[in-house]
Each structure stands twice: as C-alpha cells, then as structure tokens.
C-alpha cells in the first residue's frame, strides 16, 4: 500500500509520544537528538554498506522524510535540539556526545537505540536504552550497562567491534566472515582476545572449519571492523545548551 500524509504524521506522533513517556520516566536534565549527515566514507570503504537503505524506492523516501518532517516539528516544540555533522552518521554523534559528557564526573549518558554496534559504547559512565513495546507479549525498556551487557551478544562492550567484525551485521549491510557464527566469533573471542590476536595466531590454529573461514575472510574481518567502529572524535560543535530543564548545573555538549 502507498504511504500517506496522515499515517506518516501518525507513525510520527508515536514517536514523539515514546520520547514524551521516556522524558516522563527518567526525567533527563538534557537531551539531544541524533541525525545522520549523509556519507561518512563507509561507503567507500564497502560499497555494500547500508545497500537495502539506498535501494528505497521513490515513494518510500517522499515517506520517510514526510516523516522526519513531522517528526522535526515536534522536537522543536519540546524544545529539544537536533544535532547534525555532514559526513559522519547518527550513530558516531550518539557515541561522541556520551562520550563527552560521560567524562564530566557528575554526569552519566544514556543513549536511546536498537542498533548492535552502540554497546560498544557502554561503560560506567554511558549506558544504552532500549525501548520496550506494548500489545500482547509487551517488552519492557531496557538499561544497557557493563552489568548485563553481555547478556545481549554473549561478548563484552570491548569486544563488540571485533565480534560484530566477524559476524557481520545485516542491519547495515556489513559482511563479516563467511563461515563464522555468533557461538564461533565467541569462542574465538573468549580464547584470544581480539582480532587482531586471533589473526597472529592463525597458523597455529588446529585445521578445521573456523581457520579456514578466517584464512579466507581475513581481508572483510579487518574491514568489517573498520565499519563497525564507531568514531567518538565527531566535531560536533561545543557550547550548546541541550537542557530541557532549567533547574541544576549547565550541560554544553
């Protein structure tokens, strides 16, 4: 069916309702809305990178950005600030500003996402979100920490680029290693510790299933991981006032 004006504006009203009941629930002092800002060179490291994205036909993008539109016009009137760098995606602004305000020692950040490659991220100081959904199996929010953030991929927050690198992530088009599953990429983690260890002891790997998936792969492991890093350098401008309280101290991004 062909999208239209109004179910957009409706799918852009529940968005704007789930910030509305996150900002309710755990009352932040400052928030900050991520946007992409086009190429940020993954794609001309693999050209496959986020494929299924730019394969939207016309009417889905006349859609999506109907969408943002709408989306954007309430932001505004909660007064919330939308931060966009050309050329480096959402997802390393979300990283960068954790990041930076996650090293002021009275702050702590949450970042609000479903994507696998932000539990790199989490640290004492920045934890992920992961909003729930209702109807009739509801699922809860959940708070990501170094707690039980291995309980989401079976690895640790340090170890989410190098796992991630070896087993691909559909979501943006990112190949991992042929051959290598999550129970591999773990078993592989768990013994040597990165990749990069992993590929210095290659030859003494006994023969089997797992090195010769690696022998083969080793060039789109070593790839993968460059895609799936985040960057946490974003030159995102300093001195913006993302409060939406005016009570308790001043935090600038």
Known sequence: FAPTASRDQAIANNVMSTISRLLKKF???AVAWAED???????HMFPGYKGDR???????KESFVRMQNFVNE?????????????????DDLMATLSLRV???PEWKSVIVGSD????Q???????????????????PDTLIDPSNAQGRLGVPPEQVIDYLALIGDSSDSIPGVDGIGPKGAQDLLAKYGTIEAIYANLEHMPAGRYKTALEKGRE?????????RLQTDVPVPRGIDFRIKRSGPQIKG
Do not use: T, W, Y
Request: hydrophobic share 35%.
């Open 27 to 29: 009352e932040p002092e």
């Open 54 to 60: 730019k394969s939207l036909n016309p009417v889905a």
């Open 37 to 43: 800002g086009g190429d940020s060179g993954r794609g």
């Open 116 to 119: 696998k490659d932000l539990l």
């Open 74 to 90: 309430g932001l505004e009137k909660m007064g919330i600030k939308r931060v966009r760098v050309d050329g480096f995606e959402a």
């Open 121 to 139: 991220v989490v640290s004492d100081r920045c934890h992920i979100l992961m909003i729930g959904r209702g109807g009739k199996k509801p699922i």
């Open 102 to 104: 996650g090293s002021h």
């Open 220 to 228: 789109m492991a070593l790839l993968s991981q460059r895609l799936v």
